[in-house]
Structures are given as structure tokens and as C-alpha cells.
């Protein structure tokens, strides 16, 4: 399949199919293989039929740059330069786009401890318990929305939860308290093993459903809605452990991060607390000569 992919520059949904099912056996996560497909889907319907080639690359590029963050835009393109390089188009590869690192993250997108706290009290009013239970698991122990089914009855039973993402295995401590509130979840659920947080057909819960069902207890709960998503609350958790402890490596190996400049990340506060805490500092002069300053 490689070899005629190589002689034919078309994209097609049979040739993505191959290329999610060579990402699969390189062992990539499910999380990315989802994430190309979607964007080489994208990429596909840009072409219209039309033969791969650099030129429509770059001005898909473009078009991306005009909808989305850098960040983003970055993440369709590691798609597509992915799929050159299996398909043996390494010509039509284009460069990323260049970030500038934030020390800030902005305001707007910063979810605060109370407003996650306003979160599960109208989910729990609402009788809807178990995004109540997920939105307290993710922020209280860290883990991603898509490490959800390694919360078993039986990591609840023993405190530790055995998460495996992206290759890696490690253990994630579930506090006594979370502990004693998933057991008796279960317990009200009729779920005797296995996961904890599951479909009516016994199958783990969509992330997409998490999302949007997160969306629209947002809006019940008077957050702002660019605040709401489940990655926000494993934000909101590393804030929180770094303020108390300080500790960037010990934060990292908790959040299965291999490097710690990716948990840097996650410690950012906004532009508006370092600002308090600029202000505190009290190095301005505010009297020249007996005369007050006006600043």
C-alpha cells in the first residue's frame, strides 16, 4: 500500500484508513490517532479532489492560521507532515508555525477553584451525579479526561489507580475521601468491578460527551464557557499542587508528563495574579521633594 501511495498523490478515505491503522501499530495512543484522522479528514475535504502538492499545503496552511490558535493550527499540521513522511511525500512536508513561550496564561481560560466548586454543586442540584463524580476525580487526582476508565472499583479499593497513556504506566494515588465517595458511587450504580464511570451499555464513557455535558452545566452554573473543558480541570489541579508544594518534578512525574517544561505549562497563573503580586512589592515612590506623585 505504501508504494502506491507513493506513485499516487490522492487522498482518500481508504488510504487514511491504512495510515491510522500503521499509526496503531506504532503503538500511538488512541487520543492521536483520533486527532489525525480528524484533521486529515479536513485536509481532504480542503483538496476537493485535487492532487496533493506543496503549493495547497501551505495555503491550507494559511486557511488554518485563520481559524485557529497557533497551537492548534501546529497540531493539524503534525497530521498531515505525518502522513507525508509514511506516504513517502516528504516534499509536500511544510514548516510549523513558531510560538513564542507564555509566562501567563489568559485570564479568560482560567478556571478558578470556586468556579469548579459552583461546577459540582448545580451538577450534584441537577441530579446529574455522575459528572458531578468525574469532574471531582480529574481535578482531585490529576489524570486526563481520557484516563477516566482506569478508575476502576478496584483502584478505588486500594487508593491506587494503574494508568497507562502514551506507552507509559504509572501509578496515580486516589485520596482517601475520592476513594470513599467512588465506592459508594459504584455502590448506588450496581457496579461490582471494572470501571467505575461507564455507559448504560457497560462501555466507557465519549470524551466528547463529557465535554459537552461539562458545556452545558457551564452555562447552569453561570462559568464562562471558554473556562469549561475537561483538560481545565487537570490545569486546575497542577496550579493548585504547585502553589502548596513548589515542587515542578514531583508535579511532573504525578501528571505523567516526561518533560518538565510540558508541566510548566500547567502551572501558569494569569497576567492578573502576577499583577497582585507585582503591586505588593511596594518599590514605586509616590512623594519627590514632599511633592506627591500623580501615577
Known sequence: MKKSLRQVRTITEDVIDDYCKWLYCQEKSQVTIQKYRYYLEQFKWYLDGKSVSKELVILWKTALRKRFSPVTANGALAAVNGFFKYSGWSDCRVKFFKVSSNVFCTEQKELKKEEYKRLVKVAQENNQERLAM?????CSSGIRVSELPFITVEAARSGVAEVECKGRIRLVILTGQLCDLLIRYAKRRNIISGMIFITRNGKAMDRSNIWREMKALGRLAGVNEEKIFPHNLRHLFARTFYTMEKDLSRLADILGHSDVNTTRIYTRESG????????????L?????????LL
Open 285 to 293: 515612590v509616590t512623594q519627590y521633594n514632599g511633592i506627591p506623585l
Open 272 to 283: 492578573h495574579a502576577h499583577l497582585k503580586i507585582l503591586e505588593q512589592l511596594d518599590l
Open 134 to 138: 468525574v469532574l471531582q476525580t480529574i
